[in-house]
C-alpha cells in the first residue's frame, strides 16, 4: 500500500528563518511526486512535480528536491505571505494506479 | 481560462436531504476526481473518473453518487445528507497521464445539520 507522511505537522517560522518541510513516502515505481500549496479557503494549487531521485525545482523561496524515500521542501527566508499549508502527493506507477496518495500536510507560520 | 468551477461555495442541509455539488472543468482533462477534506485527516478520495462513461469508487464512497456523462462535467451527489458528511468538498481534474498534476477547484463547504 503506497504510504505518504509530511513532518512536521506545524511549523512556526520568524521572518527570514530558513527551515525545511520533509514528505516521506512508500510506493512501487514512483510516476511523480507532486507538492501544492494550499491557502485557507481555497483548494491546493500546484507547486512542483519531481520525476527522479536527484531531481531538483526552484520557484521564488522554494525549493523542492527529491531523493528515493523522501522529498524536502527548502524555504529560505520565508516571508508572511508564504504561510499556507504544504501538500505532498505521489503517484505511482503500479498497476495502472490512477490514484495519487496525498500526505496530511504541513501547516506553515511565518511570523513578522 | 476558468480552470475547475465548483458550485455552489457554501450550503447548508438538514440530515436526510439530498443534493448535488457540481464541477466543471475547461481544460479537457480526462480524469477528475471528488476529495472531502476534514480537520487531521488530509485529502480522501470519495470518487473519480478516467474518462467520460466511466467512474469509480475512492477511499470513502458510501453515500455518495457520481456520473460522468461529459468530458466537462463530473457532478457529486449526496443520496441522504447525515451530520459525517460535513466537510468541504473539493473537485480536481489533470490530464490523462498519472504523471501531470491535478487542478483543484475552491471547494464547496458543505454542513450537515
Known amino acids: 500500500e503506497d504510504q505518504v507522511t509530511q513532518s512536521p505537522e506545524a511549523l512556526r517560522l520568524q521572518e527570514g528563518e530558513s527551515s525545511s518541510l520533509n514528505c516521506s513516502y512508500t510506493?512501487?515505481?514512483?510516476?511523480?511526486l507532486f507538492w501544492y500549496r494550499q491557502d485557507p479557503g481555497k483548494g491546493p494549487e500546484f507547486l512542483f512535480t519531481?520525476?527522479?531521485a536527484g531531481e531538483e525545482k526552484e520557484k521564488e523561496r522554494l525549493k523542492a528536491t527529491l531523493t528515493k524515500k523522501e522529498s524536502f521542501l527548502h524555504i529560505t527566508a520565508p516571508k508572511p505571505e508564504d504561510s499556507a499549508t504544504y501538500l505532498c502527493?505521489?503517484?505511482?506507477?503500479?498497476?495502472?494506479?490512477?490514484?495519487?496518495?496525498f500526505g496530511r500536510g504541513t501547516s506553515l507560520i511565518v511570523h513578522p | 481560462n476558468a480552470g475547475v468551477t465548483q458550485t455552489p461555495k457554501f450550503q447548508v442541509l438538514k440530515t436526510g436531504q439530498s443534493m448535488t455539488l457540481q464541477c466543471a472543468q475547461d481544460?479537457?482533462?480526462?480524469?477528475m476526481s471528488w476529495y472531502r477534506q476534514d480537520p487531521g485527516m488530509g485529502l480522501r478520495l470519495i470518487h473519480y473518473?478516467?474518462?467520460?462513461?466511466?467512474?469509480d469508487q475512492g477511499e470513502v464512497p458510501n453515500g455518495y453518487n457520481v456520473s460522468r456523462s461529459t468530458t466537462e462535467d463530473f457532478p457529486l451527489r449526496l443520496l441522504s445528507a447525515a451530520p459525517s458528511q460535513t466537510s468541504v468538498y473539493f473537485c480536481?481534474?489533470?490530464?490523462?497521464?498519472?504523471?501531470?498534476?491535478?487542478?483543484f477547484g475552491d471547494g464547496t463547504r458543505l454542513s450537515i445539520l
Open positions: 480536481a481534474s489533470r490530464p490523462g497521464t498519472e504523471d501531470q498534476p491535478q487542478h
Open positions: 510506493v512501487s515505481g514512483l510516476r511523480g
Open positions: 519531481l520525476y527522479s
Open positions: 502527493a505521489v503517484q505511482a506507477a503500479s498497476g495502472g494506479s490512477y490514484i495519487p496518495t
Open positions: 481544460m479537457n482533462h480526462e480524469y
Open positions: 473518473s478516467v474518462g467520460a462513461g466511466i467512474t
